[in-house]
């Protein structure tokens, strides 16, 4: 294997360029690289990047300015992702000794560019910019955890909330066919994977090309499936979520009873301003049918703290929607000006510092929040997913159905291994975790001698 024929990746930002990274690693890997976990080793550095928020952009740029001592040694750097597809060839202009600058909705042409790649060119582009139809599927997808992996179902996003990059980094909305989507969970399934997270920027705008099936038949067929334990998806879009999907949740045991539903803002005014398309009352409604489902389904959100025009009393509605709504998350974040998005024009009287503070009590709040509801587990037997093993505590970790993390002792020196199903009692609780005892010290499991060492790091939700 020559050098060049070595890739380095580094991934920024969601699940999606979590999966998208899988898919490139597979893509390279038939073209003949072979990945390797060092950069000093790899002919070629790919940098997969995310332009959500400003502080993940500039985490782009750093890097990319450590990367330049590494320059020397005839390697070739290529920048992937969201803030490739919105910089564009500026990033050659700012990083010259980058020759590949390529947007998530030009991958499928990664063979022909990797090609060029070797020839020697040196300004490769792949920004594709909302004009393509086509979506990125691949038979090779590189999945880093044998047990559990995503599958994208929907690729892009036509919602231009106001404040979002999403739109112009990741094109035009774009869904792929049921029966393709279908065949690759199958294909998991029978290769060993039990849990399967349906990945898009907005899930529940899925249309199948094929007419065939809605995105709640999407999610059953899958949980049907043979040796399938497990189906999530991420992330919904409030104003296209349907009914039918609590009741396909009701009705099918695979399907996790967890939902996350972004509500960005708990004021009808600010979500007028956003762009969102619904409002506080239309968002309860939706979150009143989750309520009434038979199963206890958990809910997660993001909240946007300080967006332009957010007066104290809009504020204030996001703060007593925490208490209404009874989520088990909440991840939130300080409003970040982007390049192109609507909101960057809007006037903003609010200062930083005040937009800190809120930040801060909305946090509070929702602590406070979790500690009651984490608390609600107290005795409870649930089937946790065994993720990793805790050396140090001595604790096998996990995941249940919602989402939770599940830290436990088994009473034996053996732990199970990654991926066995395992039912826990719950005997403390915290306001992010749970921590409990194996039931039957999980004498039902299949053992391992191996302890498993690695947890894995989850990457932050997608928009
Ligand atoms: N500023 C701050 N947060 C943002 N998000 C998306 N765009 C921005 C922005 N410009 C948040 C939203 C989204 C999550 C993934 O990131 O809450 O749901
Ligand atoms: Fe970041 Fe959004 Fe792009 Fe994901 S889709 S990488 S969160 S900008």
Same mark, same amino acid.
């Not at 070595?6 to 072979?34: P, W």
């Not at 705008?205 to 040796?227: H, I, M, N, Q, T």
């Given at each position: 294997?020559?050098?060049?024929?070595?890739?380095?990746?580094?991934?920024?930002?969601?699940?999606?360029?979590?999966?998208?990274?899988?898919?490139?690693?597979?893509?390279?890997?038939?073209?003949?690289?072979?990945?390797?976990?060092?950069?000093?080793?790899?002919?070629?550095?790919?940098?997969?990047?995310?332009?959500?928020?400003?502080?993940?952009?500039?985490?782009? &740029?750093?890097?990319? $300015?450590?990367?330049?001592?590494?320059?020397?040694? +005839? /390697? @070739?750097?290529?920048?992937?992702?969201? !803030? %490739?597809?919105?910089?564009?060839?500026?990033?050659?202009?700012?990083?010259?000794?980058?020759?590949?600058?390529?947007?998530?909705?030009?991958?499928?042409?990664?063979?022909?560019?990797?090609?060029?790649?070797?020839?020697?060119?040196?300004?490769?582009?792949?920004?594709?910019?909302?004009?393509?139809?086509?979506?990125?599927?691949?038979?090779?997808?590189?999945r880093t955890n044998p047990h559990r992996g995503y599958i994208t179902i929907i690729e892009g996003c036509d919602k231009f909330c106001a404040y979002c990059v999403?739109?112009?980094?990741?094109?035009?909305?774009?869904?792929?066919?049921?029966?393709?989507?279908?065949?690759?969970?199958?294909?998991?399934?029978?290769?060993?994977?039990?849990?399967?997270? &349906?990945?898009?920027? $907005?899930?529940?705008?899925?249309?199948?090309?094929? +007419? /065939? @099936?809605?995105?709640?038949?999407?999610? !059953? %067929?899958?949980?049907?499936?043979?040796?399938?334990?497990?189906?999530?998806?991420?992330?919904?879009?409030?104003?296209?979520?349907?009914?039918?999907?609590?009741?396909?949740?009701?009705?099918?045991?695979?399907?996790?009873?967890?939902?996350?539903?972004?509500?960005?803002?708990?004021?009808?005014?600010?979500?007028?301003?956003?762009?969102?398309?619904?409002?506080?009352?239309?968002?309860?409604?939706?979150?009143?049918?989750?309520?009434?489902?038979?199963?206890?389904?958990?809910?997660?959100?993001?909240?946007?703290?300080?967006f332009p025009g957010e007066t104290d009393a809009d504020f204030e509605q996001t703060v007593t929607l925490l208490g209404e709504v009874g989520y088990d998350a909440?991840?939130?974040?300080?409003?970040?000006?982007?390049?192109?998005?609507?909101?960057?024009?809007?006037?903003?009287?609010?200062?930083?510092?005040?937009?800190?503070?809120?930040?801060?009590?909305?946090?509070?709040?929702?602590?406070?929040?979790?500690?009651?509801?984490?608390?609600?587990?107290?005795?409870?037997?649930?089937?946790?997913?065994?993720?990793?093993?805790?050396?140090?505590?001595?604790?096998?970790?996990?995941?249940?159905?919602?989402?939770?993390?599940?830290?436990?002792?088994?009473?034996?020196?053996?732990?199970?291994?990654?991926?066995?199903?395992?039912?826990?009692?719950?005997?403390?609780?915290?306001?992010?975790?749970?921590?409990?005892?194996?039931?039957?010290?999980?004498?039902?499991?299949?053992?391992?001698?191996?302890?498993?060492?690695?947890?894995?790091?989850?990457?932050?939700?997608?928009?």
């Amino acid at each position: 294997m020559s050098a060049s024929k070595t890739f380095y990746i580094e991934t920024f930002g969601c699940q999606m360029n979590a999966h998208d990274s899988e898919k490139v690693v597979g893509t390279l890997e038939r073209q003949g690289y072979a990945q390797v976990v060092d950069e000093a080793d790899a002919g070629l550095i790919l940098y997969n990047t995310c332009s959500i928020r400003d502080k993940a952009e500039q985490k782009v &740029f750093h890097r990319l $300015n450590e990367y330049k001592k590494l320059q020397g040694e +005839g /390697k @070739k750097f290529g920048v992937l992702g969201c !803030v %490739a597809q919105q910089e564009g060839e500026a990033i050659f202009d700012r990083a010259p000794y980058v020759s590949l600058v390529a947007g998530s909705a030009s991958y499928r042409k990664l063979p022909e560019m990797l090609a060029r790649l070797e020839a020697g060119e040196t300004r490769i582009t792949g920004l594709d910019d909302r004009q393509t139809d086509e979506t990125f599927e691949t038979e090779f997808t590189a999945r880093t955890n044998p047990h559990r992996g995503y599958i994208t179902i929907i690729e892009g996003c036509d919602k231009f909330c106001a404040y979002c990059v999403v739109p112009y980094t990741r094109g035009k909305e774009r869904s792929r066919t049921s029966d393709s989507v279908i065949e690759e969970a199958r294909r998991m399934a029978d290769s060993g994977f039990t849990e399967v997270q &349906f990945l898009g920027q $907005n899930v529940n705008s899925y249309r199948d090309p094929s +007419g /065939k @099936k809605s995105f709640a038949e999407l999610l !059953v %067929a899958v949980g049907e499936l043979p040796g399938m334990r497990r189906v999530r998806f991420t992330t919904s879009h409030p104003r296209d979520f349907t009914r039918d999907i609590v009741e396909a949740i009701d009705a099918t045991p695979t399907l996790c009873d967890h939902v996350h539903l972004p509500v960005q803002s708990g004021s009808s005014q600010v979500l007028s301003l956003m762009a969102r398309e619904y409002t506080r009352e239309q968002y309860l409604e939706r979150i009143s049918w989750i309520k009434a489902a038979r199963r206890e389904i958990s809910m997660t959100t993001d909240i946007i703290v300080g967006f332009p025009g957010e007066t104290d009393a809009d504020f204030e509605q996001t703060v007593t929607l925490l208490g209404e709504v009874g989520y088990d998350a909440v991840f939130a974040f300080q409003y970040s000006p982007r390049p192109n998005t609507p909101s960057l024009v809007m006037p903003d009287s609010t200062p930083p510092q005040m937009k800190s503070e809120r930040l801060q009590i909305l946090m509070d709040r929702q602590r406070e929040i979790q500690r009651v509801s984490y608390g609600r587990h107290l005795g409870e037997v649930m089937e946790v997913m065994v993720e990793g093993y805790n050396p140090q505590r001595g604790q096998v970790t996990g995941r249940s159905s919602q989402n939770k993390t599940v830290n436990f002792t088994t009473g034996s020196l053996i732990q199970p291994a990654k991926g066995n199903y395992l039912p826990v009692r719950i005997t403390q609780t915290f306001p992010n975790s749970l921590v409990g005892e194996a039931v039957n010290g999980g004498a039902n499991a299949a053992a391992s001698a191996i302890p498993c060492i690695q947890n894995e790091v989850e990457a932050a939700f997608i928009g």
